[in-house]
Protein backbone atom coordinates (compact mmCIF):
# COMPACT_ATOMS: atom_id res chain seq x y z
CA UNK A 1 0.00 0.00 0.00
CA UNK A 2 1.67 3.71 -1.08
CA UNK A 3 0.38 6.07 1.86
CA UNK A 4 0.84 9.97 1.82
CA UNK A 5 1.18 11.53 5.14
CA UNK A 6 0.50 15.38 5.07
CA UNK A 7 1.03 18.31 7.38
CA UNK A 8 1.57 21.95 7.49
CA UNK A 9 4.45 21.96 9.63
CA UNK A 10 7.31 20.50 10.13
CA UNK A 11 8.17 21.26 14.22
CA UNK A 12 8.32 18.97 17.03
CA UNK A 13 4.47 19.25 17.76
CA UNK A 14 1.54 16.72 18.88
CA UNK A 15 0.48 16.62 15.26
CA UNK A 16 4.01 16.10 14.21
CA UNK A 17 4.45 13.03 17.22
CA UNK A 18 1.50 11.12 15.39
CA UNK A 19 2.66 11.70 11.79
CA UNK A 20 6.22 10.22 13.12
CA UNK A 21 4.69 7.74 15.09
CA UNK A 22 2.43 6.61 12.18
CA UNK A 23 5.03 7.11 9.25
CA UNK A 24 7.75 4.77 11.19
CA UNK A 25 5.29 2.36 11.83
CA UNK A 26 3.82 1.99 8.49
CA UNK A 27 6.76 2.05 6.21
CA UNK A 28 7.82 -1.38 7.55
CA UNK A 29 5.23 -2.63 5.50
CA UNK A 30 3.86 -0.13 3.41
CA UNK A 31 5.07 2.33 1.08
CA UNK A 32 5.36 5.76 3.05
CA UNK A 33 5.94 9.00 1.60
CA UNK A 34 5.91 12.23 4.05
CA UNK A 35 4.95 15.73 3.04
CA UNK A 36 5.54 19.30 4.70
CA UNK A 37 6.17 22.75 4.11
CA UNK A 38 9.29 23.49 6.29
CA UNK A 39 12.68 22.60 7.16
CA UNK A 40 12.31 21.24 10.43
CA UNK A 41 13.38 19.12 13.44
CA UNK A 42 10.59 16.25 12.12
CA UNK A 43 12.31 15.21 9.72
CA UNK A 44 15.47 14.05 11.12
CA UNK A 45 12.57 11.65 13.35
CA UNK A 46 11.49 10.13 10.20
CA UNK A 47 12.43 6.52 8.93
CA UNK A 48 15.35 6.25 6.68
CA UNK A 49 13.11 4.36 4.45
CA UNK A 50 10.13 6.77 4.16
CA UNK A 51 9.95 9.55 1.23
CA UNK A 52 10.37 13.09 2.49
CA UNK A 53 8.87 15.49 -0.07
CA UNK A 54 9.04 19.74 1.37
CA UNK A 55 7.07 21.98 -0.15
CA UNK A 56 7.90 25.51 0.83
CA UNK A 57 4.28 26.76 -0.83
CA UNK A 58 2.71 24.79 2.44
CA UNK A 59 2.52 27.91 5.02
CA UNK A 60 0.21 28.27 8.19
CA UNK A 61 -1.46 31.48 6.97
CA UNK A 62 -3.83 31.85 5.06
CA UNK A 63 -2.31 33.02 1.72
CA UNK A 64 -4.07 32.95 -1.65
CA UNK A 65 -0.86 32.85 -3.96
CA UNK A 66 1.00 29.89 -1.45
CA UNK A 67 -2.40 28.19 -1.45
CA UNK A 68 -3.15 28.15 -4.95
CA UNK A 69 0.28 26.68 -5.66
CA UNK A 70 -0.49 23.51 -3.23
CA UNK A 71 -3.47 22.85 -4.41
CA UNK A 72 -2.13 22.31 -7.89
CA UNK A 73 1.21 20.60 -6.63
CA UNK A 74 -1.61 18.36 -4.75
CA UNK A 75 -3.11 17.16 -7.94
CA UNK A 76 0.12 16.80 -10.23
CA UNK A 77 1.30 14.88 -7.04
CA UNK A 78 -1.71 12.61 -7.00
CA UNK A 79 -1.19 11.58 -11.09
CA UNK A 80 2.44 11.11 -10.36
CA UNK A 81 2.12 8.89 -7.17
CA UNK A 82 -1.01 7.64 -7.63
CA UNK A 83 -1.32 6.73 -3.73
CA UNK A 84 -3.79 4.60 -2.21
CA UNK A 85 -4.23 6.39 0.80
CA UNK A 86 -4.06 10.64 1.50
CA UNK A 87 -3.78 11.24 5.00
CA UNK A 88 -4.12 14.78 5.86
CA UNK A 89 -3.03 16.09 9.50
CA UNK A 90 -4.36 19.33 10.61
CA UNK A 91 -7.10 22.28 9.64
CA UNK A 92 -5.16 24.00 6.99
CA UNK A 93 -3.92 20.96 5.39
CA UNK A 94 -7.26 19.26 5.38
CA UNK A 95 -9.05 21.71 3.84
CA UNK A 96 -6.51 21.95 0.96
CA UNK A 97 -6.15 17.96 0.62
CA UNK A 98 -9.51 17.63 0.70
CA UNK A 99 -10.33 19.79 -2.24
CA UNK A 100 -7.46 18.59 -4.71
CA UNK A 101 -7.50 14.83 -3.73
CA UNK A 102 -10.57 12.38 -4.33
CA UNK A 103 -12.67 11.73 -1.27
CA UNK A 104 -12.57 7.46 -1.18
CA UNK A 105 -8.50 7.97 -0.92
CA UNK A 106 -8.50 10.47 1.89
CA UNK A 107 -8.36 10.01 5.90
CA UNK A 108 -8.55 13.59 7.86
CA UNK A 109 -7.34 13.51 11.28
CA UNK A 110 -8.49 16.45 13.50
CA UNK A 111 -5.84 17.02 15.75
CA UNK A 112 -7.99 18.95 18.35
CA UNK A 113 -10.80 20.23 17.19
CA UNK A 114 -11.56 23.19 19.70
CA UNK A 115 -8.22 25.31 18.07
CA UNK A 116 -11.28 25.62 15.19
CA UNK A 117 -14.18 25.23 17.56
CA UNK A 118 -12.49 27.90 19.73
CA UNK A 119 -9.37 29.87 19.05
CA UNK A 120 -9.71 29.72 14.43
CA UNK A 121 -13.58 29.51 14.25
CA UNK A 122 -13.13 30.53 10.77
CA UNK A 123 -12.09 27.22 9.87
CA UNK A 124 -15.56 26.03 10.69
CA UNK A 125 -17.38 27.31 7.83
CA UNK A 126 -14.54 24.97 5.89
CA UNK A 127 -14.79 21.87 7.72
CA UNK A 128 -18.74 22.18 7.12
CA UNK A 129 -18.36 22.06 3.39
CA UNK A 130 -15.96 19.55 2.89
CA UNK A 131 -17.10 17.17 5.72
CA UNK A 132 -18.22 14.64 3.37
CA UNK A 133 -15.26 14.91 1.53
CA UNK A 134 -13.10 12.14 2.83
CA UNK A 135 -13.38 9.01 3.51
CA UNK A 136 -13.04 8.91 7.34
CA UNK A 137 -12.33 11.66 9.95
CA UNK A 138 -10.89 10.75 12.92
CA UNK A 139 -10.49 12.65 16.47
CA UNK A 140 -8.12 11.62 19.77
CA UNK A 141 -11.31 11.89 22.08
CA UNK A 142 -14.97 11.32 22.62
CA UNK A 143 -14.95 15.21 23.35
CA UNK A 144 -13.85 15.99 19.73
CA UNK A 145 -16.14 13.56 18.58
CA UNK A 146 -18.94 14.84 20.70
CA UNK A 147 -18.30 18.05 19.64
CA UNK A 148 -18.01 17.84 15.79
CA UNK A 149 -21.45 16.17 15.92
CA UNK A 150 -22.70 19.10 17.72
CA UNK A 151 -21.82 21.08 14.45
CA UNK A 152 -23.16 18.87 12.28
CA UNK A 153 -20.41 17.35 10.92
CA UNK A 154 -21.56 13.52 11.94
CA UNK A 155 -20.32 11.02 9.34
CA UNK A 156 -17.65 8.55 8.77
CA UNK A 157 -15.91 9.92 12.42
CA UNK A 158 -13.76 7.42 14.38
CA UNK A 159 -11.67 7.64 17.59
CA UNK A 160 -8.24 6.20 17.38
CA UNK A 161 -6.23 7.44 20.49
CA UNK A 162 -3.05 9.11 20.03
CA UNK A 163 0.13 6.40 20.43
CA UNK A 164 3.81 6.59 21.31
CA UNK A 165 6.60 4.62 21.88
CA UNK A 166 7.49 3.20 25.10
CA UNK A 167 9.99 5.57 26.55
CA UNK A 168 12.83 4.32 27.97
CA UNK A 169 14.55 5.82 31.44
CA UNK A 170 18.23 7.01 31.11
CA UNK A 171 18.18 9.96 33.37
CA UNK A 172 21.92 10.23 33.26
CA UNK A 173 22.03 11.67 29.94
CA UNK A 174 19.66 14.93 31.13
CA UNK A 175 19.80 14.91 34.84
CA UNK A 176 22.68 17.61 34.77
CA UNK A 177 20.53 20.25 32.58
CA UNK A 178 18.40 20.52 35.63
CA UNK A 179 19.93 22.18 38.85
CA UNK A 180 18.70 19.68 41.91
CA UNK A 181 17.17 21.83 44.50
CA UNK A 182 16.87 18.64 46.66
CA UNK A 183 12.68 19.21 46.16
CA UNK A 184 10.02 17.37 44.99
CA UNK A 185 10.17 18.84 40.96
CA UNK A 186 6.47 20.01 39.03
CA UNK A 187 6.92 19.61 35.44
CA UNK A 188 5.42 21.19 32.45
CA UNK A 189 6.25 21.30 28.56
CA UNK A 190 4.46 23.49 25.97
CA UNK A 191 5.33 26.61 24.12
CA UNK A 192 4.32 29.79 26.39
CA UNK A 193 0.80 31.33 24.39
CA UNK A 194 -2.10 32.70 26.59
CA UNK A 195 -3.59 29.87 25.69
CA UNK A 196 -1.06 27.48 28.19
CA UNK A 197 -1.87 29.83 31.12
CA UNK A 198 2.37 30.65 31.74
CA UNK A 199 0.93 33.28 34.42
CA UNK A 200 -0.83 30.82 36.22
CA UNK A 201 2.23 28.33 36.64
CA UNK A 202 4.21 31.22 37.91
CA UNK A 203 1.56 31.88 40.23
CA UNK A 204 1.19 28.74 42.05
CA UNK A 205 5.07 28.16 41.80
CA UNK A 206 5.24 31.28 43.98
CA UNK A 207 2.38 29.83 46.60
CA UNK A 208 4.26 26.32 46.56
CA UNK A 209 7.74 27.17 47.31
CA UNK A 210 9.14 23.97 48.78
CA UNK A 211 8.89 22.72 45.66
CA UNK A 212 10.90 22.88 42.57
CA UNK A 213 9.09 24.07 39.18
CA UNK A 214 9.92 23.55 35.86
CA UNK A 215 8.75 25.01 32.17
CA UNK A 216 10.42 23.46 29.06
CA UNK A 217 9.35 25.24 26.19
CA UNK A 218 10.01 29.04 26.66
CA UNK A 219 10.46 31.08 23.61
CA UNK A 220 13.18 33.34 25.18
CA UNK A 221 14.31 34.45 28.53
CA UNK A 222 11.95 35.53 31.11
CA UNK A 223 13.41 37.89 34.58
CA UNK A 224 11.19 38.17 37.71
CA UNK A 225 10.36 34.54 38.22
CA UNK A 226 10.22 33.22 41.31
CA UNK A 227 13.36 31.59 42.55
CA UNK A 228 11.63 27.79 42.48
CA UNK A 229 10.84 28.53 38.95
CA UNK A 230 13.26 27.44 36.10
CA UNK A 231 12.13 28.19 32.88
CA UNK A 232 13.78 26.67 30.03
CA UNK A 233 14.09 27.20 25.91
CA UNK A 234 12.34 24.40 23.97
CA UNK A 235 14.83 21.31 23.86
CA UNK A 236 14.66 18.25 21.63
CA UNK A 237 13.51 15.28 22.91
CA UNK A 238 11.81 17.47 25.52
CA UNK A 239 9.34 14.70 27.07
CA UNK A 240 12.51 13.08 28.09
CA UNK A 241 13.00 15.51 30.95
CA UNK A 242 9.45 14.21 32.72
CA UNK A 243 11.69 11.32 33.96
CA UNK A 244 13.19 14.02 36.56
CA UNK A 245 9.68 15.20 37.65
CA UNK A 246 7.71 13.80 40.37
CA UNK A 247 4.13 15.16 39.26
CA UNK A 248 3.30 16.46 35.74
CA UNK A 249 0.95 19.55 35.58
CA UNK A 250 -0.47 21.24 32.46
CA UNK A 251 -2.48 24.55 32.96
CA UNK A 252 -4.76 25.00 29.44
CA UNK A 253 -7.59 27.04 28.23
CA UNK A 254 -8.40 24.73 25.55
CA UNK A 255 -6.52 21.40 23.93
CA UNK A 256 -7.97 17.76 22.19
CA UNK A 257 -5.44 14.93 23.91
CA UNK A 258 -1.95 16.81 24.36
CA UNK A 259 0.90 14.14 23.19
CA UNK A 260 3.26 15.57 26.25
CA UNK A 261 0.23 14.32 29.06
CA UNK A 262 0.58 10.81 27.20
CA UNK A 263 4.57 10.75 27.85
CA UNK A 264 4.01 12.25 31.51
CA UNK A 265 1.50 8.64 31.98
CA UNK A 266 4.36 6.46 29.57
CA UNK A 267 6.66 7.47 32.79
CA UNK A 268 4.23 7.02 35.42
CA UNK A 269 3.89 10.24 36.16
CA UNK A 270 0.58 11.94 38.65
CA UNK A 271 -0.81 14.35 36.35
CA UNK A 272 -2.73 17.88 37.60
CA UNK A 273 -4.24 19.75 34.59
CA UNK A 274 -7.04 21.84 33.50
CA UNK A 275 -10.02 20.12 32.12
CA UNK A 276 -10.00 21.14 29.29
CA UNK A 277 -10.71 19.34 25.69
CA UNK A 278 -10.39 15.57 25.85
CA UNK A 279 -7.88 15.35 28.97
CA UNK A 280 -10.43 13.93 31.36
CA UNK A 281 -10.12 10.54 29.37
CA UNK A 282 -6.49 9.79 30.28
CA UNK A 283 -6.37 11.44 33.28
CA UNK A 284 -9.40 10.63 35.61
CA UNK A 285 -9.71 12.17 38.84
CA UNK A 286 -8.41 10.41 41.67
CA UNK A 287 -6.77 7.33 39.75
CA UNK A 288 -3.71 8.75 38.10
CA UNK A 289 -4.39 12.89 39.38
CA UNK A 290 -6.89 15.33 38.45
CA UNK A 291 -8.41 17.51 36.13
CA UNK A 292 -9.95 20.94 37.40
CA UNK A 293 -10.99 24.13 36.90
CA UNK A 294 -8.52 26.82 35.94
CA UNK A 295 -7.71 28.11 39.62
CA UNK A 296 -4.55 28.40 40.94
CA UNK A 297 -5.57 28.07 44.37
CA UNK A 298 -7.14 24.10 43.25
CA UNK A 299 -4.13 23.37 41.52
CA UNK A 300 -2.07 23.95 44.67
CA UNK A 301 -4.23 21.74 46.65
CA UNK A 302 -4.29 18.47 44.35
CA UNK A 303 -0.36 19.17 43.81
CA UNK A 304 0.09 19.23 47.47
CA UNK A 305 -2.55 16.37 48.30
CA UNK A 306 -0.82 13.84 45.60
CA UNK A 307 2.97 15.01 46.94
CA UNK A 308 1.82 15.14 50.55
CA UNK A 309 1.17 11.38 50.46
CA UNK A 310 3.18 8.70 49.59
CA UNK A 311 0.01 5.58 48.96
CA UNK A 312 -1.80 8.16 46.67
CA UNK A 313 1.58 9.16 45.03
CA UNK A 314 2.28 5.67 44.26
CA UNK A 315 -1.36 4.28 43.38
CA UNK A 316 -1.60 7.25 41.10
CA UNK A 317 1.55 6.67 39.28
CA UNK A 318 0.41 2.81 39.03
CA UNK A 319 -2.43 3.98 37.45
CA UNK A 320 -0.77 6.41 34.60
CA UNK A 321 1.28 3.34 33.56
CA UNK A 322 -1.61 1.35 33.36
CA UNK A 323 -3.56 3.56 31.09
CA UNK A 324 -0.64 3.90 29.28
CA UNK A 325 -0.04 0.20 28.47
CA UNK A 326 -3.68 -0.28 27.59
CA UNK A 327 -4.35 2.42 25.46
CA UNK A 328 -1.65 5.16 24.10
CA UNK A 329 1.06 2.98 22.44
CA UNK A 330 2.03 3.81 19.05
CA UNK A 331 1.69 0.01 17.69
CA UNK A 332 -1.74 0.07 18.77
CA UNK A 333 -2.21 3.67 16.92
CA UNK A 334 -0.69 2.16 13.80
CA UNK A 335 -3.12 -0.92 13.99
CA UNK A 336 -6.35 1.32 14.30
CA UNK A 337 -5.50 3.48 11.46
CA UNK A 338 -4.82 0.50 9.29
CA UNK A 339 -7.99 -0.93 9.72
CA UNK A 340 -9.58 2.36 7.97
CA UNK A 341 -7.28 2.35 5.25
CA UNK A 342 -8.37 -0.99 4.78
CA UNK A 343 -11.64 -0.68 5.01
Known sequence: MKIIHII????????????IN??????????????????????????????QIKMKCIVRPISIINDIKTFLRFKRLFKQEKPDIIHLHSSKIG????????SPRVIYSVHGFDSIRIAYRSFLVFEKMLKNKCKAIVVASDYDKKNLIKEGIKNNIHIIYNGIIPPINNKDIIIGKIKNYNKKIIMCIARISPQKRFESYIKIAKLLPKYCFVWIG??????????????????????????LADIFVYPSNYEGIPIVIIDAISYGKPVVSSNVGGISEIVINNKNGFV?????????????????????????SEYSKHLFNENYI????????????RS
Do not use: H
Open 330 to 341: ASKMVQEYMKIY
Open 95 to 102: ILGRLAFP
Open 292 to 316: IENNEQIFVEKIQYILDNENVYKEY
Open 218 to 243: ADKEYDNLPDNLICLRGVPDAQKYIQ
Open 8 to 19: TRSDLGGAQTVV
Open 22 to 51: LANGMCVENQVIVIAGEDGPMWNSLDKKIK
